[in-house]
């Protein structure tokens, strides 16, 4: 069997390259592109983000990857969003006053944490659903996290038949989602591709579920 082909969305702002890096250590076919066809077309589409809420969301929709991102959940192809890139995912961030409105595929707010020193820069743990495919073998690791703001509240509703959202926590003041896994559509808070084997073995766990 060929490798899955990955697509890590080029659209000015993340880490595109050490997260192209690690995707291929995870066992991918990677190309870094804006390219619409070729994003649609991947196994797989990977949606790194650094920087301001508002900016991010900004830059995705300037090369249209809003648009991009919810085709592709439309038709049950697989996403993973990546610091900002989870974040922007959500409804709603306000950083510092400044509110925006974020892509919406997930209800929720993107708020500062709670913790007297921020930024958190560091590793953390995380408490992982035991049924996570993410988090398969690594859910006792240690991950690393550049952040000031996360989502603190899951309120997502998932009626029956459909299987419930799998929401990862870690706590840095108090409680924040670290990755959830909804479908086609999974993100993390941390970066895996800087959170050495861990990271690696999260993201094979994700291309091998393509």
């Avoid at 924040?176 to 895996?192: D, I, K, M, R, Y």
Wanted: net charge negative.
């Amino acid at each position: 069997m060929s490798a899955p082909r990955v697509v890590v969305l080029d659209y000015g702002s993340g880490n595109i390259h050490s997260a192209a890096k690690a995707l291929e250590a995870a066992g991918a076919t990677v190309e870094v592109t804006r390219d619409r066809r070729k994003a649609m077309d991947a196994d797989g589409l990977v949606v790194p983000g650094v920087g301001a809420f508002e900016a991010v969301v900004s830059r995705l929709k300037a090369v249209r990857g809003d648009e991009i991102i919810d085709r592709r959940l439309a038709g049950s192809r697989p996403v993973l969003g990546i610091c900002v890139g989870m974040q922007v995912l959500f409804e709603t961030g306000d950083e510092r006053g400044v509110k925006s409105e974020g892509l919406g595929e997930w209800p929720g707010a993107v708020d500062e944490l709670k913790s007297d020193i921020l930024p958190q820069i560091g590793w953390n743990t995380v408490s992982a659903p035991e049924d996570s495919v993410l988090f398969d073998g690594v859910g006792e690791e240690r991950f690393y996290f550049v952040h000031s703001f996360a989502v603190q509240d899951w309120t997502l509703e998932t009626p029956p038949p459909y299987p419930a959202a799998k929401v990862t926590w870690a706590d840095y003041g108090g409680p924040f989602v670290a990755a959830v896994e909804n479908g086609p559509l999974s993100a993390t808070q941390f970066h895996p591709e800087k959170s050495g084997q861990a990271g690696i073995r999260l993201l094979t766990n994700w291309v091998n579920a393509l």
